[in-house]
């Protein structure tokens, strides 16, 4: 009987122990999501927990020049109170939270970096600010596109067929390949929280990158990693990696943008055509984007846009 009573003691034990473990994990996923959905009011809240670990060790410093009579009582209580004081008065005050600029997001990211202020400040102007809450349908998948966001603030969920795919927070850009290439939403995008983004319509994006080859280029980059996910991903090898290993993969890749008659090597790489039409050696008919190119060679009478990985 006491040996049962011991198993079913560290059975509870055992159950308590994981339900504990369970929770911390929950509350660490909460502070992470936090962190990256609302950083300003995190950093708020770091500020103010780093002010009263300074005055913490102030008061406890204090304590102890008093125990070892380097200072006299009365000095070291009056200091104590002041110290108390200013912990008060911080814990007291009210948060101040300051969002972040559109012109601050937009330079992290990563297909703006290196353009001028003008580019920036013509990016800013052309976008119109939009806000959703938790369950909103931002894009669908199959609709005809118009136009892309760029998540300032929150962060959505990708679906495909009902499966999330991904999570996407601030910084993230979403629908360029509507922009770029013209085709159907690849994925739902639903607001997983309160969302704020900068809409930019299609119309007034290509003619941003007609001005300047930078910003074209830049977001080429971004779509051509995209598109090559979308095809890669249930193909060998590539269907067994981690999405961490496949986009780190991916990262390594870069978009070409041969001219008009112009051939590339593509012997032992990876490529992907994203725009314009390739012709191959023996094939009659002409290969039009969007597609994987699994020739050593190819050549392009219109001028094309090709994602290039050097080895496959």
Not at 35 to 59: F, Q, W
Not at 61 to 67: C, D, F, Q, R, V
Not at 274 to 302: C, H, M, Y
């Amino acid at each position: 009987e006491g040996d049962i009573g011991k198993e079913a003691a560290d059975e509870k034990a055992k159950l308590l122990k994981g339900e504990i473990m369970q929770n911390r994990l929950r509350g660490l996923n909460f502070l992470r999501d936090m962190r990256e959905d609302y950083p300003e009011l995190i950093v708020g809240i770091e500020t103010k927990d780093a002010a009263r670990s300074v005055l913490n060790h102030e008061r406890n410093t204090i304590k102890k020049l008093k125990a070892a009579g380097t200072i006299e009582l009365d000095e070291a209580d009056q200091m104590i109170v002041d110290v108390e004081g200013r912990m008060k008065e911080i814990m007291d005050r009210a948060l101040v939270l300051r969002l972040p600029e559109p012109e601050e997001i937009l330079r992290e990211v990563t297909w703006l970096k290196g353009l001028s202020e003008d580019n920036i400040t013509k990016i800013i102007g052309l976008s119109n600010k939009r806000t959703y809450q938790p369950g909103d349908m931002i894009m669908e998948q199959g609709d005809r596109g118009d136009g892309m966001i760029l998540i300032t603030r929150g962060s959505v969920k990708i679906s495909i067929m009902d499966t999330v795919v991904d999570i996407l927070g601030r910084g993230s850009v979403i629908g360029e390949m509507a922009v770029l290439a013209g085709v159907p939403r690849t994925a739902d995008v639903i607001a997983d929280t309160s969302v704020t983004a900068l809409w930019m319509r299609s119309k007034e994006m290509n003619e941003a990158m007609a001005e300047s080859p930078a910003l074209a280029q830049g977001l080429w980059e971004t779509a051509g990693r995209r598109f090559a996910e979308n095809l890669l991903k249930s193909q060998e090898p590539y269907l067994h990696m981690s999405q961490w290993e496949f986009r780190r993969w991916l990262s390594e890749g870069e978009v070409d943008s041969p001219a008009p008659d112009d051939s590339l090597d593509l012997y032992g790489k990876v490529a992907i055509l994203l725009s314009g039409t390739a012709t191959v050696q023996g094939t009659p008919e002409p290969v039009n984007a969007i597609t994987r190119l699994n020739v050593p060679k190819a050549s392009f009478p219109d001028g094309a846009r090709v994602w290039i990985h050097p080895e496959s």
